[in-house]
């Protein structure tokens, strides 16, 4: 069973950065990871996902501009840079493996991650 770990989320204030990251156990390498979120009383959604062994990312149309997704090769690490911050973006984001098709309206998911907190006050 893969497990996938977030970090690095807290507590920001509107126009700031942030950033957060997920590892995944062992040596499991997935072609396709991302990133979604969930906010109170509201559907979990795509943010953004990425192939891990080509330049290739997606966004939604709500973060497309403010936020990058990246996949360090050398640590095995999935980063999502968050940017000019939206009391809006609040929420639980998830980090997301194997996503089928890989993109912002996958169908299926492999693993999802428990989850790291983004509040953004404004």
């Known amino acids: 069973q893969v497990q996938l770990v977030e970090s690095g989320g807290g507590s920001v204030q509107a126009g700031g950065s942030l950033n957060i990251s997920c590892a995944a156990s062992?040596?499991?390498?997935?072609?396709?990871m991302g990133w979604f979120r969930q906010a109170p009383g509201k559907e979990r959604e795509a943010v953004a996902s990425t192939y891990t062994r080509e330049d290739t990312s997606y966004y939604s149309d709500s973060v497309k501009g403010r936020f990058t997704i990246s996949y360090d090769n050398t640590r095995d690490l999935l980063y999502l840079h968050m940017s000019m911050l939206k009391p809006e973006d609040t929420a639980m984001y998830y980090c997301?493996?194997?996503?089928?098709?890989?993109?912002?309206?996958?169908?299926?998911?492999?693993?999802w991650g428990q989850g790291t907190q983004v509040t953004v006050s404004s």
């Open positions: 062992g040596s499991y390498r997935s072609y396709c």
């Open positions: 997301a493996a194997d996503l089928v098709p890989c993109g912002v309206a996958a169908l299926d998911i492999g693993y």
